[in-house]
């Protein structure tokens, strides 16, 4: 009589991409291995591809500021790279250069993934603004410029994304306080008729709302 | 005993604080201010496996003009403060304010520039609820604890003679006797306020 013998689990699952990393990560995925872009990129553009950093298995490009938007063209029309995933920007906190704008551009056919990256001064921070080659760069380049200052050269509309309009900083820049400069965004009034609020702890410094039968009528009637 | 009872008239007495209040407190129309992830804790507050309807208040009124009781689910940044205020001010009289969950009671996890550093910064807030996100049982407890609030309160009563102060009302709350039996002993734990 046989006896039952155990099996092996067997996965039957298989990856699209399989590992393709280098050492420093074996688990890097082939999307990422895109030296035939960066050949490419390098032929056309020459000395206006300053870096490739290759780390984790991943290429990242960083290219002169003032060409990018013919970069990002020729990744669109010549090889492929219709797809801005994202744009965003960073602060390095640096002397010089020291802000950074990155573009992750997809190849939809062939499953490849590009990063980009410009670096810009402190002084005047501008970056040419690639809307009018992928449109939906749109809102992320408003959100770099909200959030770092970062202005983006022939955007159309460069409005703040998320602060209101007449605050006056950035706020993920490295040296803006974490919980806001005091009295730049204010609250609401305590009742409907007073001022805006400027302190942003009136609860913690003594002022309560008062309730609405609680509030002193308006000498004003509208 | 039917001869001596009022009741067999077809009337009772009450005062009518009690009335109005029992009616509003059981009558409450909730705005649901749902700002992030409590807002689906409110909802389900409101389906019908927590089902508030128990309680009178499923009636979620997204018209600040028809609500009286304004639930803040989430955390409120300083933009959306200023449309949280108004909507407030938009609801009539009489209303209440339950701060739901961690960051609008306090500003939670979101120790930061852009949100505020809880509700009651900018609105009378009636009922915390801790949590992130409560669970809709806590919900209905900060609900009952409205309710209660609403009852033990004047509110028509009040009317025509504003200005002048009034006694506290007692509380309508089972009281403790002692063991020789005269002392009130004020109930610890939850409702000791």
């Not at chain 1, 250069?97 to 980009?116: S, T």
């Not at chain 1, 410029?145 to 509309?157: K, L, Q, S, T, V």
């Not at chain 2, 649901?32 to 389906?47: D, Q, R, T, V």
């Not at chain 2, 019908?48 to 304004?70: I, T």
């Amino acid at each position: 009589m046989a006896t039952k013998q155990p099996r092996t689990l067997s996965f039957h699952f298989q990856p699209a991409d399989s590992a393709a990393g280098d050492d420093a990560n074996p688990h890097a995925k082939k999307t990422t291995l895109v030296d035939d872009t960066v050949a490419a990129l390098k032929q056309e553009f020459g000395d206006d591809v300053l870096e490739v950093v290759q780390y984790a298995g991943e290429r990242t490009v960083r290219v002169t500021t003032a060409r990018i938007v013919d970069i990002c063209r020729f990744l669109r029309d010549n090889l492929g790279f219709t797809y801005l995933c994202d744009l965003g920007g960073g602060d390095r906190f640096t002397e010089d250069e020291r802000f950074e704008v990155h573009y992750n551009i997809v190849n939809m056919d062939a499953g490849k993934r590009i990063r980009i990256k410009v670096r810009t001064e402190e002084e005047s921070p501008v970056v040419p603004s690639v809307t009018s080659v992928f449109p939906a760069a749109d809102w992320n380049e408003r959100e770099a410029w909200d959030m770092f200052g970062i202005r983006f050269e022939g955007h159309e509309d460069l409005r703040r994304m998320f602060m209101p309009e007449d605050f006056e900083y950035h706020p993920l820049r490295k040296e803006f306080p974490l919980l806001g400069i005091p009295g730049s965004l204010p609250l609401p009034p305590q009742v409907p008729t007073g001022e805006l609020t400027l302190d942003p702890f009136p609860r913690a410094h003594g002022s309560i709302p008062p309730n609405s039968f609680d509030e002193v009528e308006s000498e004003e009637e509208n | 005993m039917a001869n001596d009872s009022s009741l067999s008239e077809g009337f009772l007495t009450t005062r009518v604080d009690a009335v109005v209040n029992w009616a509003r407190s059981n009558s409450l129309m909730p705005m649901p201010m749902g700002l992030s992830c409590c807002a689906i804790e409110m909802m389900a507050f409101a389906a019908p496996k927590y089902d508030v309807a128990r309680f009178g208040s499923e009636a979620m009124r997204f018209s600040p003009r028809q609500a009286d009781l304004m639930i803040v689910a989430g955390w409120v940044s300083y933009k959306m403060a200023h449309t949280i205020r108004r909507v407030w001010d938009q609801m009539a009289d009489p209303k209440w304010c339950i701060a739901m969950g961690a960051c609008a009671s306090t500003g939670g996890m979101h120790r930061c520039y852009g949100v505020v550093q809880g509700v009651d910064n900018f609105l009378p807030v009636d009922v915390y609820v801790p949590g992130c996100p409560p669970r809709p049982e806590a919900l209905i407890h900060a609900l009952m604890d409205i309710q209660e609030k609403i009852r033990n309160e004047y509110s028509v009563g009040q009317d025509g003679d504003f200005g002048t102060d009034h006694p506290a009302i007692a509380p309508v709350r089972p009281k403790v006797l002692s063991p020789s039996g005269d002392d009130v002993i004020t109930p610890g734990g939850l409702y000791n306020q």
